[in-house]
């Protein structure tokens, strides 16, 4: 099914469903309490007349009197609500987003809410989600990461990977503010860092953020179809304007001056407009400016925080 019909149903499917729910409840309470019929008939009622009352006299200030008519009327029915152990709001209109009343346009543009249902489509956040239940800050355990100090280092693993937590609080703490604070997580395979991702990822989608989560294997496929299989661009679009965009496992294995040039094209204007990424790679600083020789690189990475996990391999532990 093309995005757009998917994204008329989800609104039009919200909209249905919250209408068939507010239907129910009235007719639940006017059965429980006829008074609350009565009084929904009086409000219409008064306020029918008063609109055609003001079409007739456009001067009258009559109208002033009926509206604190209704007001009073509606103060009314909230205390007949709460005496009978009803929530005031619970005759309202529901919406599923509160910003765009489930239309999907706030303030002129694409609500919040569409971009996010945009992103869980093209994305496939099925998965994702999935692996975020499992890996997050409730599941992250400090206790399997090595005591044994590392001399090259001075510290142990598990020292390094609580300087990491703070920083990966912090980086989600001061998510919202312009601060120029990117980070790339770096060391071999094994160390955690897909998992901290995950982590920091889980917490930045809680605040409603659009937040795109790929592979560089991936993003470069997205780069790679559109601009060889001339497909839609909105995929690719995101990249560049997600709120926050994660890049696992950036390596040397798919490189080529094309895909350098447009991954470092993305980086560089999320950069410019002060959105924030962030990267892990098996490469080292080094590593990666051998491999990415272009002169944006060293532009690029200055604006990212290096984070470095050391350590014996986690995935081989687990197997103990
Ligand atoms: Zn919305």
Known sequence: MELRTKIS???ENNRRKNEEIHERRVEEVYKKIPEMREIDALIKNIGIKAAIYQIKNPDSDKTIKDSQEIYNLKQKKD??????GYPKDYLEEIYTCS??????????????????LIVEEL??????SYMLEKEN???????????????????SPRENMRGILTIARNFINTFDEKNDVNLIFWGPTGQGKTFLLNCIAKEIIKTD?????????????????RKFRNEKTEKYNLFFEADLLIVDDLGIEMTNAFTNSEIFNIINTRLLRGKKTLISTNLSPKELSITYTDRVFSRVFQK?????FFGPDLRWQEEK
């Open 9 to 11: 149903n989800y609104y």
């Open 137 to 155: 800050f409730d599941t992250f355990d400090l206790n399997v990461f090595s005591e044994k100090t590392y001399e090259k280092f001075g510290l």
């Open 209 to 225: 953020a659009i937040v795109i989560y790929q592979t560089a294997y991936e993003i470069l496929k997205t780069i790679e179809d």
């Open 79 to 84: 205390e007949i609500l709460t005496k009978n």
């Open 123 to 128: 994305y496939d956040m099925s998965s994702i």
């Open 304 to 308: 990212f925080v290096p984070v470095r």
């Open 99 to 116: 910003d765009c009343h489930d239309t999907g346009v706030f303030n002129g543009k694409k609500c919040h809410c569409m971009q996010k």
